[in-house]
């Protein structure tokens, strides 16, 4: 969006760019104040817009226009909404945003097709196929391969996950290389991967304990790095039963007075009838409390998408959620017959190369 902006005509000095703090989004006052202040005519949110709410900036002269890809109904007030949530398969963001900007500047195609690349496996894996209805990206593939993509997602992603959010290493790395190879040649990016790859390894032989129902594996860490989501990706890969459907991994270091948990659906899970879905079996251990419990744990609980959802809640209420689920309760003799995998060691020790997911 930035380069095809910058190529329709924009002056630099017009053109400023918001990164939202730690553990923040668009919709918190601090930050819709801060992209106020900037006196926008035009406000573009990418990939932040999925919640109702206030208009992105109180000031009613400003446009604002919203691309996104997480599953919602309600978005800000007067803001114009490109989402295609309710459309399987579900276009990421990175390729909402390159098939619109690519109809403007006949440039975008060519130089911009390894950033949409990026951002589409870095949110759906490095194993898509890139089948049809998405576009045909062969030429992309044939500059550049799907192991130097697939290895700058993992680069790109890695500073926002250190304890200090060093998103905005990331955007210049982004910003200021031509291609992928010089995305790869960063050395900040490097360090960022050691510092996650160093804590992840610390963080993940955490053993897992299971909801009474055997449906749901938790596991409780502390890490100023966003590491919980990378951590529940790789269990959702290793632990299997027949009751096993999500593994959720809750950090309690990563904010203060916060537990931020990733969910995943693990892989024996995948493919069942009907569907796992996170989102839903999330609001419905909220739901078992008969007294307020839905509305304190807020906006920010169950959200993302129905295979890879999360949240931001109070230590209190998500104790709460693990009463319900009754983490560590002893299951009835015919719920273990399907009996779950367990180790006290980290399932695998492949680098963060072979993981990539959003919070």
């Known amino acids: 969006m930035y380069r095809t902006l910058i190529k329709l005509g924009l002056e630099e000095k017009n053109l400023s760019v918001h990164l939202v703090r730690k553990g923040s989004n668009i919709h918190e006052a601090y930050e819709r104040k801060a992209m106020a202040e900037m006196q926008p005519g035009y406000v573009i949110v990418l990939d932040q817009g999925s919640r109702g709410g ?49 109809e403007v500047h006949s440039d975008i195609a060519q130089e911009c097709g390894y950033l949409c690349a990026i951002g589409t496996n870095g949110d759906l894996g490095n194993n898509l196929k890139w089948l049809p209805p998405f576009p045909d990206i062969k030429n992309t593939f044939k500059k550049h391969t799907k192991k130097l993509i697939n290895d700058c997602v993992s680069l790109i992603n890695d500073p926002r996950r250190t304890g200090t959010y060093d998103v905005i290493t990331a955007w210049k790395a982004l910003l200021g290389a031509k291609d992928p190879k010089e995305i790869m040649t960063d050395k900040r990016l490097a360090e960022a991967r050691r510092e996650i790859n160093e804590e992840v390894e610390k963080q993940t032989h955490t053993p897992p304990k299971f909801s009474k129902d055997g449906k749901i594996a938790v596991l409780k860490i502390e890490s100023e790095a966003q590491v ?45 009838d009907p569907p796992v879905n996170i989102i839903e079996s999330l609001k419905a251990v909220a739901n078992l409390d008969t007294a307020d419990l839905v509305e304190r744990l807020g906006e920010n609980f169950a959200s993302g998408h129905k295979e890879a959802s999360g949240g931001i809640v109070n230590f209190a209420e998500f104790e709460e959620l693990c009463e319900l689920m009754k983490v560590g309760e002893k299951a009835e003799k015919s719920e273990q017959d399907a009996s779950t995998k367990k180790v006290g060691k980290s399932p695998q020790k492949n680098t963060l190369n072979n993981y990539f997911m959003k919070t």
């Open 54 to 102: 206030l208009p992105v900036i109180d000031d009613e002269s400003a446009k604002c226009m919203i691309i996104d890809h997480h599953l919602s109904d309600d978005f800000p007030k007067h803001a114009t909404v490109v989402s295609g949530c309710h459309c399987p398969p579900v276009p990421t963001t990175a390729l909402m945003t390159y098939e619109i900007c690519k």
């Open 228 to 272: 919980h989501p990378v951590i529940a990706t790789r269990w959702a890969g290793f632990l299997k039963s027949k009751a096993l459907e999500i593994v959720m991994v809750a950090n309690y270091g990563y904010l203060p007075g916060k537990v931020n948990f990733s969910c995943r659906i693990a892989r024996c899970a995948r493919g069942r």
